[in-house]
């Protein structure tokens, strides 16, 4: 079979224009992931009819899902996850899913949505990759303000894929059997993570990747791929979903590589590279050319739009009230709405959510 790169191109040609032309006009703070799906929609079938999702744009979109949430997984502050930030940010997780569940239960009541429980994980998520490099611009991240944001948001990526995995993984038969399912993946993903750590500081094979880290070889970044493929396999072998493997594949390189600073500081960036200059970007135009812009003009659809916005600031907003002793009214304010930054889960989540069944595309 002939494999045309037509589609593939128009996709990347996208992804290069959407924050270009945002960088063209400094004013518009604008997300460029909410341009790159928008002008999917454009350029898709929906409108304009340019492209459709063929092969090369469906392998370069599931890598991108892949590599979103490995970037996501490393983003994982550990030492910030212990004790009164991790008890006020766990507290508030707890909040914030109840909230999600009450939301999901009453919008399955009302028949606004099909699945309650996947819209109430979906609303508790929020993007881990998006608040870390707003608390970093603003010079937050070391505040105790920052910290207890990151804590917060790394508790609520965690448990919103796991809680995810274990009721949504399409080929589990039983939520019991996917619990069996997910202890094997861990207890296989933590030896791993033990046998990398130990073999790392073998004296020859840490030479070796000193040696070969900044030639052509970028060693440490084959080796970063060769653990997020290879723990994105097992998790899809063992019948859970890809995101689950690729972001714990992330937590387990932060875990395990914590001389980072030391002898490889330019690690994060070269993935950072690699991840959001070539494959996330067709991910997010790949996502908004398979969206069902029709679905969309319907009335009762459009009606659901601010019901979702406002569901989303109550979930993740309303439960920083929890930290207003610990840092005002204005820092509480800013935290919620950090909080409630969750599109890149969103988007990802949401494509599982269609593939299963459990919403509809106009959702």
Excluded: C
Excluded at 134 to 139: I, M, N, Q
Excluded at 187 to 197: F, N, P, R
Excluded at 198 to 222: K, P
Excluded at 346 to 356: N, R, Y
């Amino acid at each position: 079979m002939e494999i045309e790169f037509t589609n593939l191109l128009i996709v990347v040609a996208v992804g290069f224009s959407a924050p270009f032309l945002l960088g063209l006009a400094p004013g518009l703070r604008l997300p460029a992931v909410v341009l790159e799906i928008v002008a999917g929609i454009v350029v898709g079938p929906a409108v304009l009819g340019w492209v459709e999702i063929d092969e090369p744009v469906r392998v370069l979109s599931i890598l991108g899902l892949a590599v979103l949430l490995f970037l996501a997984g490393l983003e994982i502050e550990y030492e910030k996850l212990r004790g009164r930030v991790a008890r006020l940010a766990g507290g508030g997780f707890i909040l914030s899913f109840a909230i999600a569940i009450a939301i999901g239960l009453l919008l399955k009541a009302t028949d606004t949505v099909g699945d309650g429980l996947f819209v109430a994980i979906v609303l508790s998520a929020t993007s881990l990759g998006v608040v870390i490099p707003v608390l970093k611009d603003s010079g937050n991240i070391e505040t105790g303000f920052g910290q207890l944001v990151v804590a917060a948001a790394s508790i609520a990526d965690f448990a919103t894929i796991i809680l995810l995995t274990l009721f949504f993984s399409g080929e589990a038969s039983s939520t019991t059997s996917t619990l069996l399912l997910l202890g094997s993946f861990f207890v296989l993903a933590a030896l791993l993570g033990l046998a990398i750590a130990e073999v790392e500081h073998l004296g020859r094979v840490r030479d070796a990747l000193l040696r070969l880290q900044d030639t052509t070889a970028q060693i440490r970044i084959r080796g970063a791929f060769v653990l997020m493929v290879g723990l994105t396999a097992l998790a899809t072998n063992l019948g859970l979903e890809l995101i689950l493997g690729s972001f714990l594949a992330g937590g387990v390189l932060k875990l395990v590589d914590r001389d980072t600073m030391m002898t490889h500081p330019q690690l994060r960036e070269k993935l950072e590279a690699v991840g959001f200059g070539v494959f996330i970007p067709v991910f997010f135009v790949a996502t908004g050319v398979a969206y069902d812009l029709d679905a969309l003009g319907e009335p009762s659809t459009l009606v659901q739009v601010p019901i979702f916005l406002a569901a989303m600031v109550a979930v993740r907003g309303l439960p920083a009230l929890l930290y207003r002793g610990e840092l005002g009214d204005r820092k509480t304010l800013v935290a919620a709405l950090l909080q409630a930054t969750s599109l890149p889960f969103i988007v990802a989540a949401t494509a599982i959510g269609i593939e299963l069944g459990a919403i509809e595309p106009g959702t």
